[in-house]
């Protein structure tokens, strides 16, 4: 797996930092984030078409909107190694 490294939170104190990386070898995007709380996470799920909870193998997790710009590198940097 070839992680890239894309940013983390402009605003982070380094104990707490959301953060963003690609893996164009797998075509995925990586997300840290921080949890939500029990009731934004009934929030999200009763409003999901999936059927049931969020499975443990998965998870939600709220990044700051001063983010974007990096999520959008990592978007790119996926998308780039697609047209390989």
Do not use: H, Y
Request: charged content about 25%.
């Amino acid at each position: 797996m070839a992680v890239e490294f894309v940013g983390i939170d402009p605003e982070t104190d380094r104990d707490q930092c959301p953060a963003v990386w690609a893996d164009a070898e797998a075509q995925e995007i990586l997300l840290q984030g921080w949890k939500p709380s029990p009731e934004t996470q009934a929030e999200c799920e009763g409003t999901s078409p999936a059927n049931g909870s969020v499975p443990d193998s998965e998870a939600i997790v709220r990044i700051p909107a001063r983010m974007v710009p990096m999520i959008r590198e990592a978007c790119d940097a996926v998308e780039r190694a697609q047209l390989r």
